[in-house]
Nanobody, 126 residues
């Protein structure tokens, strides 16, 4: 199983980016998919998680109202649309897929029994 993130880059404060997490060798059906981030010197944070089976989502308070997680079934890809970006959003963003968890457990407690992507850097300049 493989997850590949893309879409990171450098953007000014207030700008937008869309991250993609493409799955290969398995379908995302029945998986929980999450986006996590880790900034230098900080703990990993669960940003947003999605259940493919029922569409339920979770967002960290720090991104609520600015970020949107979604899935394209045909492309077997999950997206994270990030708007109104702030310098504190700067981090390496990772996606993960797990069948054994809930969206809340995945994002809040970082319970992931499955695959991780390699990460994509997001840098927001002030």
């Amino acid at each position: 199983v493989q997850l590949v993130e893309s879409g990171g880059g450098l953007v000014q404060s207030g700008g937008s980016l869309r991250l993609s997490c493409a799955a290969s060798k398995f379908t995302l059906d029945y998986y929980k998919i999450g986006w996590f981030r880790q900034a230098p010197g900080k703990e990993q944070e669960g940003v947003s998680c999605l259940s493919s089976s029922d569409g339920s989502t979770y967002y960290a308070d720090s991104v609520k109202g600015r970020f949107t997680i979604s899935r394209d079934n045909a492309r077997n890809t999950v997206y994270l649309q990030m708007n109104s970006l702030k310098p504190e959003d700067t981090a390496v963003y990772y996606c993960a897929a797990s069948r054994i968890t809930t969206v809340r457990a995945m994002c809040v407690h970082k319970v992931v029994v499955g695959s991780w992507g390699q990460g994509t850097q997001v840098t927001v300049s002030s």
